[in-house]
């Protein structure tokens, strides 16, 4: 079975931290995503990426950065957190056609 | 860009019976249309999806329809069990994969 691991379930970060949120896929996929999910609001597209070392912006960019330099790997980086980026991200890859989704990861900024 | 509506915010209906969720999209190119259900502390898992070359596609109980001229699609789900209970969103993608663009979800709750 295809497989996007999210590296942590449910964290909790000070504002004005640097976070990681690391994303790896098994299945060979050139296209990966960061989305985050808000009640109300559904997924918005942070970042996305369809090859190595390429990235492109999604909606809602500001506040944050990504990371490809493997194939199986896609980074989302939150430069300086703050309480507004409270949310759920969820990370996403496909080849082509639907995206298989990671179980998410709960951001808590305090 | 592509803006993605979705309806009802929720909908709650009795064991057996069907449901229906509606999306509308803007942008006449998108011609890739999925569904995902998202069961509480998971990801979204693709159910269903459509191109814009059908009018409709089932899949046991599911199926989902298309409008092109009037740019909605839609899920039906029939004969509701509890197991249906989650969050369904929909999507529309101009079909090159990268622009996928997500409806704000509708939480579905069968009551047995």
């Known amino acids: 079975d295809v497989k996007v691991t999210q590296s942590s379930r449910y964290l909790v970060k000070r504002t004005g931290e640097k976070v990681f949120l690391e994303c790896v896929q098994d299945m060979d996929h050139e296209n990966m995503f960061w989305y985050r999910q808000d009640p109300g609001l559904g997924l918005r597209l942070i970042y996305f990426s369809y090859d190595v070392k390429m990235k492109e912006k999604g909606d809602i960019p500001e506040g944050y950065s990504v990371s490809r330099e493997k194939k199986e790997r896609f980074s989302l980086i939150l430069e300086s957190a703050s309480t507004n980026q409270t949310s759920m991200y969820l990370c996403?890859?496909?080849?082509?056609?639907?995206?298989?989704f990671g179980s998410g990861t709960r951001l808590t900024v305090v | 860009g592509e803006n993605v509506e979705q309806h009802p915010s929720t909908l709650s209906v009795q064991e057996g019976d069907s449901a229906v969720i509606k999306c509308t999209y803007s942008d006449s190119a998108s011609n890739y249309f999925p569904w995902y259900k998202q069961e509480l502390g998971k990801g979204p898992q693709l159910i269903i999806d459509?191109?814009?070359?059908?009018g409709e596609k089932k899949d046991q109980r599911i199926a989902v329809t298309l409008n092109k001229t009037a740019k909605h699609f839609s899920l039906h789900i029939t004969e509701t069990q509890p197991e249906d209970s989650a969050v369904y969103f929909c999507?529309?993608?101009?079909?090159?994969?990268?622009?996928?663009?997500f409806g704000a979800g509708t939480r579905l709750t069968v009551k047995p």
């Open positions: 999507a529309a993608s101009l079909g090159n994969n990268n622009d996928m663009r």
């Open positions: 996403a890859s496909s080849l082509s056609g639907g995206y298989t």
């Open positions: 459509i191109r814009s070359n059908v």
